[in-house]
T-cell receptor
Framework: SQTIHQWPATLVQPVGSPLSLECTVE??????LYWYRQAAGRGLQLLFY??????ISSEVPQNLSASRPQDRQFILSSKKLLLSDSGFYLC????????????FGNGTRLTVT | GIQVEQSPPDLILQEGANSTLRCNFS?????LQWFHQNPWGQLINLFY???GTKQNGRLSATTVATERYSLLYISSSQTTDSGVYFC????????????FGGGTRLMVKP
């Protein structure tokens, strides 16, 4: 069966420091990969998605970037964190079909101080 | 882009009660999913349901695409059903580039 791993679970970083969050998927090949953010409150916002190695699309201009160095690895990065980057970051995967359901990792709770 | 609205925003139930959560969307969709976020933040996919009706245990969902709404039914609620329920949708060939609703926060009391 397919599993998705995301780490770390929690992170406290000072303003101006770099960020690297990693996500890996097991048990499937050619997945579509996604980074979502959930700010305080409820709504989830799509940040990045990828349909293949090296293919990244950004939905929202921001201080963050994403990379996909391997088929089942997705990385969210920042060179210099802002206070507004605090939030709950969720990696997700789906099959390559447009009708595949979306499955989330357990998330990383990021606090920028 | 598409707008997704959920109601009610908050719901308190006594254990054993039934409930209906509603999701309205502003345009035709070909991808509609329901998720449950537990109190620890974990998001679980409940249904992929762009149209029709599906059931999984005490949960069922119906999407009427022509009228732009979806309903999630919870029967015989349990305390473990507590959390936030999200509806998310996309249109055309957007796949899982989903727009999420604001969620319904459910608390089931013993």
């Amino acid at each position: 069966s397919q599993t998705i791993h995301q780490w770390p679970a929690t992170l406290v970083q000072p303003v101006g420091s770099p960020l690297s969050l990693e996500c890996t998927v097991e048990g499937t090949s050619n997945p579509n990969l996604y980074w979502y953010r959930q700010a305080a409150g409820r709504g989830l916002q799509l940040l990045f998605y990828s349909v293949g190695i090296g293919q990244i699309s950004s939905e929202v201009p921001q201080n963050l970037s994403a990379s996909r160095p391997q088929d089942r690895q997705f990385i969210l990065s920042s060179k210099k964190l802002l206070l507004s980057d605090s939030g709950f970051y969720l990696c997700a995967w789906s099959g390559p079909s447009l009708s595949s359901p979306l499955h989330f990792g357990n998330g990383t709770r990021l606090t920028v101080t | 882009g598409i707008q997704v609205e959920q109601s009610p925003p908050d719901l308190i139930l006594q254990e054993g009660a039934n409930s209906t959560l509603r999701c309205n969307f502003s345009d035709s969709v070909n991808n509609l999913q329901w998720f449950h976020q537990n109190p620890w933040g974990q998001l679980i996919n409940l249904f992929y349901i762009p149209s029709g009706t599906k059931q999984n245990g005490r949960l069922s969902a119906t999407t009427v695409a022509t009228e732009r709404y979806s309903l999630l039914y919870i029967s015989s609620s349990q305390t473990t059903d507590s959390g936030v329920y999200f509806c998310a949708a996309s249109r055309n060939n957007a796949g899982n580039m989903l727009t999420f609703g604001g969620g319904t926060r459910l608390m089931v009391k013993p």
